[in-house]
């Protein structure tokens, strides 16, 4: 059964960088063919793809979030993580790790973070 847990702050400050880990446990992040996203929830835009990568490492990142946005990983960890720099009050969110993207289903999805930006 796979696992992942998302970390890090729930708070930031606007223009900070926003930085969350996915811990997964019960599967390789780098087993073939397997992808890991992340995904966020807020209620002014709905669900919002962020970004991936993939058991190779490569990364793929939403054309609108791209310029601020890195997906990155730690395979000795089993984590990946994301970083959104230049926060702003669009970005609060519930922020989710998942397993999935590109041609493939999200099927393990971790429980979320909330995401709060405030001075």
């Known amino acids: 059964q796979v696992q992942l847990q998302e970390s890090g702050p729930g708070l930031v400050k606007p223009s900070q960088t926003l930085s969350l880990t996915c811990t997964v446990s019960?599967?390789?992040?780098?087993?073939?063919?397997?992808?890991w996203s992340w995904i966020r929830q807020s209620p002014g835009k709905g669900v919002e793809w962020i970004g991936t990568?993939?058991?190779?490492?490569?990364?793929y990142y939403s054309p609108s979030l791209k310029s601020r946005t890195s997906i990155s990983r730690d395979a000795s960890k089993n984590q990946f993580t994301l970083q959104l720099g230049s926060v702003t009050p669009e970005d609060p969110a519930v922020y989710y790790c998942t397993r999935g993207g590109r041609t493939t289903a999200y099927d393990y999805w971790g429980q979320g973070t909330q995401v709060t930006v405030s001075s």
């Open positions: 019960g599967g390789s992040i780098t087993a073939n063919y397997y992808y």
């Open positions: 990568i993939a058991y190779s490492g490569d990364t």
